[in-house]
């Protein structure tokens, strides 16, 4: 009889420990599928991010990582709208703060820019009719209204070696301000 419940002990032990096993088996599988949709969902994501395509977003399991997900690529379409069109009222649709900051940012940056662009393009603007007046008037005084140097000296220069070669007189290219230049007027009478 002892030797029976031993047996009968042993086999509950056996087979509960089967159970158990089957139990840890099954609980690694189903960490092994959450692991691998995580994985799916996070190279979805990152399509649809890379594509700005929010519905892609649609394919994402995970509730979360889904809404971010469009958060995220309906941020980077709101931000590429703004930029384009110059336009930071685009960037107050975006829900995410870091983004819409970013959005503000990037417009701001662009705008500065462009300021910047039509400041030097109504520069040089100017300084070449400063130029052309110098040359029509042969007054290489009125070069001194330019406020870079290389160009004033080069507006200097197209002066003065315009009046040397008229003149017949290289001592005129003395009054250019750059060694190099008058050097170069001085080389037209040799």
Same mark, same amino acid.
């Given at each position: 009889?002892?030797?029976? /419940?031993?047996? /009968?002990?042993?086999?509950?032990?056996?087979?509960?420990?089967?159970? /158990?096993?089957?139990?840890?088996?099954?609980? %690694? +599988?189903?960490?092994?599928?959450?692991?691998?949709? !995580?994985?799916?969902?996070? +190279?979805?994501? @990152?399509?649809?991010?890379?594509?700005?395509?929010?519905?892609?977003?649609?394919?994402?399991?995970?509730?979360?990582?889904? @809404?971010?997900?469009?958060?995220?690529? #309906?941020?980077?379409?709101?931000?590429?709208?703004?930029?384009?069109?110059?336009? *930071?009222?685009?960037?107050?649709?975006?829900?995410?703060?870091?983004?819409?900051?970013? =959005?503000?940012?990037?417009?701001?940056?662009?705008?500065?820019?462009? &300021? &910047?662009?039509?400041?030097?393009? &109504? +520069? *040089?603007?100017?300084?070449? $009719?400063?130029?052309?007046?110098?040359?029509?008037?042969?007054?290489?005084?009125? =070069?001194?209204?330019?406020?870079? $140097? !290389?160009?004033?000296?080069?507006?200097?220069?197209?002066?003065?070696?315009? +009046?040397?070669?008229?003149?017949?007189?290289?001592?005129? =290219? @003395?009054?250019? #301000?750059? @060694?190099? %230049?008058?050097? #170069?007027?001085?080389?037209?009478?040799?």
């Amino acid at each position: 009889m002892k030797k029976f /419940l031993a047996i /009968l002990l042993l086999a509950t032990l056996v087979l509960s420990g089967c159970s /158990l096993f089957e139990k840890k088996e099954t609980a %690694l +599988q189903a960490t092994q599928e959450v692991n691998a949709d !995580s994985i799916l969902d996070n +190279q979805i994501y @990152e399509q649809a991010v890379l594509n700005k395509d929010a519905g892609s977003c649609d394919e994402v399991l995970n509730a979360a990582t889904k @809404e971010e997900c469009k958060k995220v690529v #309906d941020a980077l379409i709101l931000t590429d709208k703004a930029v384009q069109k110059m336009d *930071d009222s685009y960037c107050e649709d975006i829900k995410l703060e870091r983004y819409a900051k970013n =959005c503000e940012e990037l417009v701001e940056g662009n705008i500065e820019r462009e &300021e &910047e662009n039509e400041k030097a393009i &109504e +520069q *040089d603007e100017n300084n070449l $009719e400063i130029e052309q007046q110098a040359v029509d008037k042969g007054d290489a005084t009125l =070069c001194d209204g330019i406020t870079e $140097e !290389s160009r004033k000296n080069a507006c200097k220069y197209n002066v003065l070696a315009n +009046q040397a070669l008229q003149k017949n007189d290289k001592t005129i =290219c @003395e009054g250019i #301000d750059a @060694e190099t %230049l008058i050097a #170069d007027c001085e080389k037209q009478f040799e």
